[in-house]
């Protein structure tokens, strides 16, 4: 069965850290790219980060860029985000997605980030 699941959510002070990893499976899914979205409450579903399974480019929303990075270990099928200088504004549900060379999108449940203040 082809499934993505986040890990590494918490609670983290305003200007803290937090390392997420999202492990894609199965190990043989070929994949083009992956991705991390966040909702938060009573918002909209916006796109955070994105990064190419086999060039390594990638490409950030314009709140998040030189905040967070997007890395991935190909051996693994696994992307993380490192999220540096989080505020409260930050707190929300981060779903990881896989996008297969064929085949539909992968997403995942999600894993909570709650900033406080």
């Known amino acids: 069965q082809e499934q993505v699941v986040e890990s590494g959510g918490g609670l983290v002070e305003a200007g803290g850290s937090l390392r997420l990893s999202c492990v894609a499976s199965?190990?043989?899914?070929?994949?083009?790219?992956m991705a991390w979205s966040r909702q938060a409450p009573g918002k909209e579903r916006e796109f955070v980060a994105r990064?190419?399974?086999?060039?390594?480019?990638?490409n950030y929303a314009d709140d998040v860029n030189g905040r967070f990075t997007i890395s991935k270990d190909n051996a693994k099928n696994t992307v993380f985000l490192d999220m540096k200088s989080l505020t409260p504004e930050d707190k929300a549900i981060y779903c990881c997605n896989a996008a297969p060379i064929f085949g539909r999108e992968i997403w995942g449940r999600g894993t909570q980030v709650t900033v406080s203040s």
């Open positions: 199965p190990r043989s899914l070929s994949i083009a790219d």
């Open positions: 990064i190419n399974w086999i060039s390594g480019s990638t």
